[in-house]
């Protein structure tokens, strides 16, 4: 199984009182960190599959 898929069955269950924003993000980061291979905040957000700019990625990074 997915590391995003364990993570939306065990914490959307377990974590019910986190915002759905927020968990959603997690998901993002956690998605990024596993394609790739990195977790510092620019490699997050260059990994990051949001149809937005690089620079707008690194920054959403950041805030989360």
């Known amino acids: ?3 995003s898929d364990l993570i939306d ?4 269950v377990a974590c019910q009182y986190i915002h759905r ?3 959603n993000a997690l ?6 960190a596993l394609d ?4 510092s ?4 957000g260059r990994a990051s599959r949001r ?3 690089e620079k707008a990625s ?3 990074m950041d805030r989360r």
Not at 9 to 12: F, K, P, Q, Y
Not at 27 to 32: F, G, N, P, R, V
Not at 36 to 39: F, R, S
Not at 41 to 44: A, C, H, I, N, Y
């Open 51 to 53: 149809p937005i700019t």
């Open 9 to 12: 069955a065990n914490l959307g």
């Open 41 to 44: 905040v620019t490699g997050l």
């Open 21 to 23: 924003t927020r968990f």
């Open 1 to 3: 199984m997915h590391a």
């Open 58 to 60: 690194i920054k959403q």
């Open 36 to 39: 790739g291979q990195t977790t």
């Open 27 to 32: 998901l993002t980061a956690t998605a990024a």
